[in-house]
């Protein structure tokens, strides 16, 4: 802990000041020069490609959503049913594989009288972007200059900051598919920062990076070997079973998704967590794909070309599921009871296709694997 931090707490501790982060002992800017923003599909594994590119690593997304395992699958059943397609240490398990070293904020920085600010100021100033856990409902420039509704509030999202002008009381961050640098208002950011949500409260979290050291590399082989580890274990784990099971699951859809007026909003809301929702498509499996096409050059594991049309096809079945959601929404209101007990029956099928493609694609994965 550095004296200035401790300064800083100390001055906050007596002032008793609403806004800690104005009071750092910069009172200029710390921006960091030519930083850019590269757009991405999901917000963890853009924001950390986009302060991994700024360090010097050769990396893109689908090598972090790759060889951090990305790929699983859960249902949480619920009037807004949640579709999860990815790990939870999907971060933890590719800096693992990399050899990159990285930096966690201690856990309840929100609580700290500053709630880290004075470490993030001192990090900008040594030239290293910030990576910030955040509630994106209050990024007011996804939402037209305003904060999101409150149905938006999600408090796992990542944000990669860039800068801080304290003169014109602003930050710079990059955001998953945004093709520049945002502005946002340091008031704003904090409150992202230290919202108080209940769907994943953030507590301030942010983490940092160590510059590439001189002549870092990429081992493809331990990328490769790492990922299939990885999603081996997540389709054994429980995602198997799960995607088994979820045919039964959308067939069953009124018995936890009860208000039928919901039912347009809650079809759309699966096809987003398919497709939209920050997963890069198709549930993650459009940049597993892209990552497996990369492993396959680069690395000694050719077999890898195999799994490629076994994840085609998946991909495929998913866009399908999603489509079918998307065009059940603007007419199942109108269906009686029969009429949707059909459409739920249209949705088993595609989600059973759906397990048995998956299937197919885990048990290549499971050969190529012991043939290494």
């Known amino acids: 802990m550095n004296v200035r931090f401790c300064l800083t707490c100390a001055v906050l501790a007596l002032t008793g000041c609403a806004e800690p982060w104005k009071l750092a002992e910069k009172s200029g800017s710390a921006i960091l020069p030519g930083a850019k923003a590269v757009p991405g599909g999901h917000c963890e594994s853009s924001a950390m490609m986009n302060a991994l590119l700024y360090l010097g690593y050769p990396v893109n997304e689908s090598m972090i959503a790759g060889a951090g395992g990305a790929l699983s699958f859960t249902l949480q059943r619920g009037t807004f049913p949640f579709i999860g397609a990815r790990n939870a240490d999907m971060r933890e398990q590719f800096f693992k594989a990399a050899g990159i070293r990285w930096h966690l904020s201690a ?160 079809l759309e809301y699966m096809a987003g967590n398919i497709e939209d929702f920050g997963t890069g498509g198709a549930s993650f499996r459009m940049l597993y794909r892209d990552f497996l096409l990369q492993a396959t050059a680069e690395s000694e594991y050719a077999g890898l070309s195999r799994a490629l049309p076994p994840l085609e096809e998946s991909i495929a079945a ?55």
Do not use: C
């Open 107 to 266: 856990q309840g920085v929100d609580r700290a009288p500053d709630a880290g600010w004075a470490e993030i100021d001192s990090l900008l100033e040594r030239g290293i972007p910030v990576v910030l856990r955040v509630d994106m409902r209050f990024l007011p420039y996804l939402y037209g200059g305003k904060y999101g509704s409150a149905y938006m509030s999600f408090g796992w999202h990542l944000v990669t900051l860039f800068g801080i002008d304290r003169t014109k009381g602003i930050a710079l961050v990059s955001d998953t598919g945004q093709t520049v640098l945002r502005e946002i208002a340091l008031k704003d950011l904090h409150k992202a920062r230290t919202s108080g949500t209940k769907v994943y409260p953030p507590h301030g979290e942010y983490y940092w990076i160590e510059e590439a050291p001189q002549g870092y590399s990429t081992d493809w082989n331990a990328l490769a070997a790492h990922s299939l580890d990885l999603v081996i274990g997540n389709y054994e784990g429980g995602s198997l079973a799960a995607l088994e099971n979820y045919g039964k699951d959308l067939a069953e859809i009124e018995t936890y998704s009860k208000q039928v007026f919901l039912l347009p909003a809650v």
């Open 318 to 372: 998913w866009h399908a599921l999603s489509a079918e959601f998307r065009a059940l929404a603007p007419l199942v209101k109108k269906m009686d009871k029969g009429g949707r007990l059909e459409a739920w029956e249209r949705l088993r099928i595609l989600a059973d296709d759906l397990y048995r493609k998956e299937f197919r694609f885990y048990t290549e994965l499971k050969r190529i694997r012991g043939e290494a």
